[in-house]
């Protein structure tokens, strides 16, 4: 039995951060956040890869564009062909 196999090696191997540091040229390796493919260091929570895996992710003001535009919809709906 090789030691690789063991299962507890896989439960330890969190994913890591992607991005290569640019002080050493090497790659990261910390934790990456979860959620994410790279570390807090590296952009995770940063902003501009925010989406739905975005642990702060608010959608309030979308929801709110929504549902004006389902309201705006639904108005021409109800207009129908007819006026
Ligand atoms: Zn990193």
Not at 9 to 36: D, F, I, L, Q, Y
Not at 38 to 52: D, F, L, P, Q
């Amino acid at each position: 039995m090789k030691s690789d196999d063991n299962p507890m090696h896989k439960a330890h191997a969190a994913p890591r951060c992607t991005a290569t540091s640019k002080r050493t040229g090497e790659p990261c390796k910390a934790p990456a956040v979860k959620g994410w493919t790279v570390c807090r260091m590296h952009g995770a929570r940063g902003g501009h890869t925010s989406g739905r895996s975005h642990p702060a992710w608010k959608h309030g003001m979308r929801a709110q564009e929504w549902i004006e535009m389902r309201k705006a919809i639904n108005e021409l709906v109800r207009m129908g062909p007819e006026h």
